[in-house]
C-alpha cells in the first residue's frame, strides 16, 4: 500500500502557520510587528528547529541507504544524505547565531574597511551561496538523490521561495537608501514602518522556504525507508 505524502505538508504548513501568525499578532499588539522575529525571538527558534529537524530526517535517509559493504563511508554515493544533514546542521547555527553576519562585520574588521553598499551585501552574498551550493550538490549528486528525493515540486518552491527572500533582505537593509526616492515615502516613520513590515516577510518567507525542503525530505525518508523494507 502506497504511504500518505500529502499529510507532512499539510502538518508541516499548518504549524508554520501558526507560529507566523502568533509571531505577527503578538507583534502587532506590542506596537512592533517585527518583533518576534527578531534574532533570539519565536521564529528564529523556530527557523532553527526546522533546519535540526531536516537535518535529522536526512541523517535517517543515509541510515536507510547506506550500503552494507564495509569501506569508507564518505565514499559511497549514499553518503551524500550524511553530508546534507552536517550542512542542515551548520544552517541551524548560522541562524540562531547569526554566523554570516558576524563573519561579515570580522572582515570589515580585519581588513579595517569601511562599509560600502557593495561590501554591505557581504552577508547576502554568503547566504546566496549557501543555496547555490545546495543547489549544486543536489544536481551533482542527482543520481543518489533522485532516488529517494523525487518530489520536485516541493524542493523547487523551496529554492523559489528562499531566493524571494534573499531579494526581501537585501532590499530591507538598503531601505535608508531605497524607500526614500519612492514617491510619498518622505516621513521617516513610514519608512520604518516598512522596514519592520519587511523584516517579518523576510523571516515568514525563510520559514516557509525550509518547511518546504523538511516536507521533501519527509517524503524522502518515507520513500528511503519502504525501498529498505524486506520484499513480503
Sequence with gaps: MGRDTRSPLWSVML??????????AAGLSAGNVSK???????????????????????????QARRPSAQGLWWR???????????????LAADDLFRLHERMDRLV???LRMEPTWLTAHL?????????VVGLA????????????????????????????????????KRHNDLFPWLPGLTDVDQVTHIHKWLTALEDSLKVIAEGLFLVAFLVARQRA????????
Excluded: K
Excluded at 532553527?48 to 536526512?58: F, K, N
Excluded at 525507508?225 to 513480503?232: D, F, G, L, S
Design 137 to 172: 550538490v543536489l544536481i551533482a549528486c542527482r543520481r543518489e538523490v533522485t532516488r529517494c528525493l523525487r518530489v520536485r515540486p516541493h524542493l523547487l518552491a523551496g529554492f523559489v521561495v528562499m531566493f524571494a527572500m534573499m531579494a526581501v533582505d537585501a532590499m530591507n
Design 36 to 62: 518576534h522575529f527578531a534574532e533570539g525571538e519565536l521564529v528564529t527558534w523556530f527557523s532553527g528547529l526546522l533546519l535540526v529537524a531536516t537535518g535529522w530526517v536526512s541523517f535517517r535517509i543515509y
Design 15 to 24: 504549524a508554520e502557520g501558526m507560529v507566523i501568525a502568533g509571531a505577527l
Design 123 to 131: 552577508d547576502d552574498a554568503l547566504v546566496a551561496l549557501y543555496g
Design 108 to 110: 570589515h574588521r580585519l
Design 225 to 232: 525507508e519502504a525501498a529498505a523494507e524486506p520484499a513480503p
Design 76 to 90: 559511497a554515493p549514499q553518503a551524500i544524505w550524511a553530508l546534507m544533514a552536517i550542512g542542515f546542521a551548520f
